[in-house]
């Protein structure tokens, strides 16, 4: 597992960590902590920015601004580059209006809003011989092979002198320098050979490995095309094999080198020798490695590398026996499913020396499972095993003369070694613990450590703890606990100016960037980081209405502002409502509404906030029985914590039109995962009951109560149908006209620890008028792991029902954020989705106005799983967390001129490294050819301006937010939807699996959760 994403705590939200209230942490985390998307949950969205301004801040004193300095980096941008891309701009000025089609349109011009300034970015340039002409060659091996094993094929292949001083990604491609000679197919046969043995086994495997159709990768020929100021050159057909290559090229270093461990193609981490400011124990036998992924990019008028920070997940290298206590030695099942495929080099055994390194290679088994009551039950002499996991004096196997049958690497000496093993029977049954006893009396086992069996089910063969050494860099794939995933961001958040450092020293030793195999295909990479051209977009202000009720306008500060003394722009009625008190059994728990005044007080408190907000809110009601509502948790019996919950939101459905509230504030006595899915899914799906979730501990605490009741009262108003904040119209561009529908669409998919049949879900919000204050939605699951939306056709159709029962017509304009979508998978997008969005709006739309063009659409493209970061160059430039300022957008000096894309930090990150949002247009059908008003001077500027002021516009913060809001409205109703269908993204391991197709697929019933009807056209899922 490996995490390039833990560098910014914007108190985002979560997919797929524990979850308990209502904030989070986006993915892996829990909802109570540690994403990247700025303004969030938790009980921080409801404040200002740096202290003295505005309408107030923090204040306090802030840690010295960190700025990160490179000798051997050049500060001002690239002349030559920026000339590039001016000179291509103006010889295709006007050319974009002549084009016949609107997919991936030209960029329309660089933006030219803001103050200007210039950035470090984490990318280096890879320079290259004139004339450099690589040869790549497909490899084909059968029967198939895959992950270390076929890694292994490929160097014993590469051992052929034939292939001296070729590169590859050790999968399916070989980069030479030039061509080999070799015949067109080269065919060899590869006996496999485990790294440190000799010889092969006389059954070892043998592999038929096909190297064929060599082929030139014109690398200069790519870089001229980059570097051409006119479109008059054909498009380079070779550029995604070329970087392809390239990528083979500058991994191979790392992939080849005994003490660095590779996660997929691209993530490279050290893990000898050890550095302890490079590693971190996360608990539960697991630690965290900092590492550092990069890839080859083409940009204007060069070939750059992206170098980022990663933090891989690994086991705990050492003795399995000192890892079992952390491992969770109690839960024996559980336990086995974690060691299972670990490989451990075994302590009690010699190793073998590698003839052309000298190095002692350890004798190195993998782990099947634990000793079991059903091992090699076919055998002549089966072990005895007294129980599943048993220690080393109850599991027995069957000691020979011949040792046939006894587990590898416990098997006795010959004949001529017999002495040592003399007080052990023969042709009889002898356990693992007497065993070593005699055959190794200086190591102490513990006979209630599970013995492993590194066998198989059929031939098991079985070592005790106590002599297998687990060996480093094995990373996992599992869901991380709460405590390891806050361990793990303490580790990985750190400031830029440090992450910036250690891609510039340690990462360019780990990636191999000084490798002599480099220059001898011509490449070389840049001794220092890359600058480029900034500029920092003006935030806008923020409207609100005063206390007498009057327009006001908040001017943000750092990003951030607060709503004291001033109301919600639109206020609502939450009228009828109550609350919900749930206590906890857990030992030690302390519940600070023990004390009922309190409890009472503080409600009657935030009664008087939400008024004072713009809230109508009378009084809670309380139930038929003259009570509020309350339960109290069994700890870790969820299935009767979610009876308790279904039947009490069922109750309150069905009580008299006097007792039923419309809204339940569920006062949690802490975080608890499943105890929140049952509450969303008893009140969304069953009871159409909106639910705000509070920490009993933060909502009756004195200080910071404002605080906190404001972040809860932007939910309220929100899901009651008010709007929280607007900016001002110009703001908006064409959206202020009133004749566009903004759409954000989301996928999301099964994580580690999901079921292997869970579903992926497909999320759409869109507007209803100008104001962009509320974003009704719908959501459908579908196939697991698929990105592209199946049913996008009939989820349009209601969005476009919406907009026309809002506005009594259609939009004119469609403009479309699509998030979650790869590179490679923006022409799939084209050819999937817009002809379903079509299909919708031929439906909706008159003969008249789809003759006439209309709807127009714009797609954009935007994502944060990607590797691009900034750094300021001056002190003046960064915010007080060392991190660009907010508003800094990039379009020049790292993107193709060819290409309208840009890059945007609308946000002040909490801490860490900020990570900007990429935004790509694959659509453009609303922008083209419409004319520019001022202050923009082309189209980039109103898409820029236009989404950075957007971010200003997500209800649920007083901050802007580094996704813009379509996007992360769809993403905080994927979120939504897990809670769900728990029952897959987050399984119980006891829990009876779900029904289960022919074909493998999940078959989660849309019925069961439908969200109800009474809920569904709202912001429920906030």
């Not at 119980?988 to 029904?995: D, G, I, R, W, Y």
């Given at each position: 597992m490996s995490f390039s994403g833990f560098d910014n705590r914007g108190r985002g939200r979560g997919r797929g960590g524990p979850r308990g209230g209502e904030g989070g942490g986006r993915g892996g985390g829990g909802r109570g902590g540690g994403g990247d998307r700025g303004g969030g949950g938790g009980d921080r969205g409801f404040r200002g920015g740096r202290g003295g301004g505005g309408r107030g801040g923090r204040g306090g004193f802030a840690a010295p601004i960190q700025v990160f300095s490179d000798p051997n980096s050049i500060i001002t941008p690239d002349a030559n580059i920026t000339k590039i891309e001016d000179d291509y701009m103006t010889s295709t000025a006007g050319i974009g209006a002549l084009k016949l089609t609107a997919s991936f349109p030209p960029r329309p011009g660089h933006g030219t809003l803001g103050q200007k300034l210039t950035v470090f970015t984490n990318y280096f340039e890879l320079k290259s011989v004139q004339d450099l002409n690589l040869t790549r060659y497909n490899v084909e091996v059968s029967p198939q092979a895959t992950g270390k094993k076929l890694k292994r094929?490929?160097?014993?292949?590469?051992?052929?002198?034939?292939?001296?001083?070729?590169?590859?990604?050790?999968?399916?491609?070989?980069?030479?320098?030039?061509?080999?000679?070799?015949?067109?197919?080269?065919?060899?046969?590869?006996?496999?050979?485990?790294?440190?043995?000799?010889?092969?086994?006389?059954?070892?495997?043998?592999?038929?490995?096909?190297?064929?159709?060599?082929?030139?990768?014109?690398?200069?020929?790519?870089?001229?095309?980059?570097?051409?100021?006119?479109?008059?050159?054909?498009?380079?057909?070779?550029?995604?094999?070329?970087?392809?290559?390239?990528?083979?090229?500058?991994?191979?270093?790392?992939?080849?080198?005994?003490?660095?461990?590779?996660?997929?193609?691209?993530?490279?981490?050290?893990?000898?020798?050890?550095?302890?400011?490079?590693?971190?124990?996360?608990?539960?036998?697991?630690?965290?490695?900092?590492?550092?992924?990069?890839?080859?990019?083409?940009?204007?008028?060069?070939?750059?590398?992206?170098?980022?920070?990663?933090?891989?997940?690994?086991?705990?290298?050492?003795?399995?026996?000192?890892?079992?206590?952390?491992?969770?030695?109690?839960?024996?099942?559980?336990?086995?499913?974690?060691?299972?495929?670990?490989?451990?080099?075994?302590?009690?055994?010699?190793?073998?020396?590698?003839?052309?390194?000298?190095?002692?290679?350890?004798?190195?088994?993998?782990?099947?499972?634990?000793?079991?009551?059903?091992?090699?039950?076919?055998?002549?002499?089966?072990?005895?095993?007294?129980?599943?996991?048993?220690?080393?004096?109850?599991?027995?196997?069957?000691?020979?003369?011949?040792?046939?049958?006894?587990?590898?690497?416990?098997?006795?000496?010959?004949?001529?070694?017999?002495?040592?093993?003399?007080?052990?029977?023969?042709?009889?049954?002898?356990?693992?613990?007497d065993y070593f006893k005699h055959k190794y009396p200086k190591i102490v086992l513990n006979e209630r450590n599970p013995v492993v069996n590194v066998g198989n089910r059929e031939n098991p063969s079985y070592l005790p703890a106590e002599v297998c050494k687990v060996l480093e860099g094995q990373t996992i794939k599992r869901r991380l606990s709460p405590e390891q995933t806050k361990?793990?961001?303490?580790?990985?958040?750190?400031?830029?100016?440090?992450?910036?450092?250690?891609?510039?020293?340690?990462?360019?030793?780990?990636?191999?960037?000084?490798?002599?195999?480099?220059?001898?295909?011509?490449?070389?990479?840049?001794?220092?980081?890359?600058?480029?051209?900034?500029?920092?977009?003006?935030?806008?202000?923020?409207?609100?209405?005063?206390?007498?009720?009057?327009?006001?306008?908040?001017?943000?500060?750092?990003?951030?502002?607060?709503?004291?003394?001033?109301?919600?722009?639109?206020?609502?009625?939450?009228?009828?409502?109550?609350?919900?008190?749930?206590?906890?059994?857990?030992?030690?728990?302390?519940?600070?509404?023990?004390d009922q005044d309190l409890l009472s007080y503080t409600v009657k408190e935030f009664v008087k906030f939400l008024n004072r907000s713009g809230i109508k809110a009378a009084p809670p009601i309380r139930g038929p029985s003259g009570y509020f509502p309350a339960l109290t948790m069994?700890?870790?019996?969820?299935?009767?914590?979610?009876?308790?919950?279904?039947?009490?939101?069922?109750?309150?459905?069905?009580?008299?039109?006097?007792?039923?509230?419309?809204?339940?504030?569920?006062?949690?006595?802490?975080?608890?995962?499943?105890?929140?899915?049952?509450?969303?899914?008893?009140?969304?799906?069953?009871?159409?009951?909106?639910?705000?979730?509070?920490?009993?501990?933060k909502f009756g605490k004195e200080q910071g109560q404002?605080?906190?009741?404001?972040?809860?009262?932007?939910?309220?108003?929100?899901?009651?149908?008010?709007?929280?904040?607007?900016?001002?119209?110009?703001?908006?561009?064409?959206?202020?006209?009133?004749?566009?529908?903004?759409v954000g669409i989301d996928v999301t998919h099964p994580s580690p620890g999901s079921k292997d049949d869970a579903p992926s879900v497909a999320a759409i919000v869109a507007s209803v008028n100008h104001t962009l204050g509320q974003w009704p939605s719908d959501f459908k699951s579908q196939e697991g792991r698929k990105e592209m939306v199946a049913a996008l056709e009939m989820m349009?159709?209601?969005?476009?029902?919406m907009w026309q029962k809002h506005n009594k017509n259609l939009p004119e304009n469609i403009l479309i954020y699509r998030d979650g979508v790869s590179e490679g998978q923006y022409q799939i997008l084209l050819d999937t989705e817009l002809p379903l969005i079509r299909r919708a709006c031929a439906q909706k739309y008159p003969a008249n106005q789809t003759k006439a063009g209309f709807p127009k659409i714009s797609i954009v493209v935007c994502g944060k799983r990607h590797n691009t970061r900034f750094y300021p160059t001056t002190e003046q430039n960064a915010d007080k967390n060392s991190n660009c300022r907010n508003g800094t957008v990039v379009d020049r000096g790292i993107t193709e001129v060819r290409a309208w894309d840009f890059f945007l930090q609308a946000h002040t990150s909490l801490k860490g490294t900020a990570r900007p949002c990429h935004y790509y247009v694959v659509l453009d059908e609303i922008f083209a050819g419409r004319s520019v008003k001022p202050p923009h001077k082309n189209n980039a500027d109103a898409l820029e301006d236009l989404t950075h002021n957007m971010c200003y516009l997500f209800g649920r913060a007083t901050k802007g937010v580094s996704l813009c809001p379509p996007a992360y409205y769809a993403d905080v109703l994927c979120t939504r939807t897990r809670c769900y269908m728990s029952e897959y993204f987050d399984p119980?391991?006891?829990?009876?699996?779900?029904?289960v197709s022919s074909t493998g697929t999940s078959q989660v019933s849309m019925h069961n959760i439908q969200v109800h009807e009474a809920i569904k056209d709202s912001m429920y899922y906030i």
């Open positions: 094929v490929f160097e014993l292949l590469l051992e052929n002198p034939e292939f001296d001083g070729v590169a590859s990604e050790f999968k399916s491609l070989i980069i030479s320098r030039h061509p080999l000679n070799i015949s067109d197919p080269y065919v060899t046969e590869i006996r496999y050979l485990p790294e440190g043995q000799d010889e092969p086994k006389t059954n070892a495997q043998v592999y038929r490995v096909r190297v064929v159709t060599p082929t030139t990768l014109a690398v200069s020929d790519m870089v001229n095309y980059l570097r051409a100021t006119s479109n008059t050159s054909p498009v380079f057909a070779q550029k995604h094999e070329v970087i392809q290559g390239l990528n083979a090229l500058m991994g191979h270093s790392a992939n080849i080198r005994p003490n660095i461990t590779s996660i997929g193609q691209n993530r490279h981490f050290t893990i000898l020798p050890r550095d302890p400011s490079n590693s971190h124990p996360l608990g539960g036998g697991l630690e965290s490695l900092r590492g550092f992924v990069q890839s080859v990019r083409a940009a204007t008028g060069r070939m750059l590398i992206n170098v980022n920070v990663s933090h891989g997940i690994f086991l705990q290298p050492g003795l399995l026996s000192n890892l079992y206590p952390q491992l969770g030695f109690g839960a024996r099942h559980k336990l086995e499913t974690k060691i299972k495929r670990i490989r451990v080099a075994l302590t009690h055994l010699p190793g073998s020396k590698d003839k052309k390194t000298n190095l002692v290679i350890p004798r190195v088994k993998t782990i099947f499972g634990l000793a079991s009551v059903n091992d090699g039950s076919g055998s002549p002499n089966p072990p005895r095993v007294s129980s599943f996991a048993a220690g080393p004096k109850d599991v027995k196997f069957w000691l020979s003369d011949v040792p046939l049958s006894a587990p590898k690497g416990t098997k006795p000496p010959t004949k001529k070694k017999q002495p040592s093993t003399t007080n052990l029977p023969n042709n009889a049954y002898v356990s693992v613990y361990n793990l961001i303490n580790f990985a958040v750190r400031l830029p100016a440090a992450n910036a450092k250690s891609i510039t020293t340690d990462g360019k030793v780990t990636l191999g960037h000084g490798d002599p195999n480099l220059s001898r295909f011509g490449v070389s990479v840049s001794a220092g980081l890359v600058t480029v051209p900034a500029r920092q977009l003006p935030a806008p202000g923020v409207r609100y209405k005063n206390l007498a009720g009057k327009d006001f306008i908040v001017e943000p500060r750092d990003g951030s502002w607060n709503m004291r003394d001033i109301k919600f722009h639109t206020g609502s009625s939450i009228d009828p409502w109550t609350y919900l008190h749930i206590r906890s059994n857990r030992s030690g728990h302390r519940d600070i509404f023990d069994v700890d870790g019996d969820d299935y009767a914590n979610d009876r308790q919950v279904r039947h009490l939101f069922t109750a309150m459905s069905q009580a008299s039109a006097a007792a039923r509230p419309k809204f339940v504030l569920v006062i949690l006595p802490y975080n608890e995962t499943a105890i929140y899915n049952s509450i969303k899914t008893a009140a969304d799906t069953g009871s159409g009951i909106h639910t705000i979730c509070v920490v009993g501990s404002p605080q906190y009741f404001g972040n809860i009262s932007l939910k309220f108003n929100l899901k009651a149908g008010g709007i929280n904040q607007t900016v001002d119209p110009k703001k908006l561009g064409i959206i202020s006209e009133g004749k566009t529908m903004v349009f159709l209601g969005r476009l029902t119980v391991e006891s829990s009876s699996a779900p029904s």
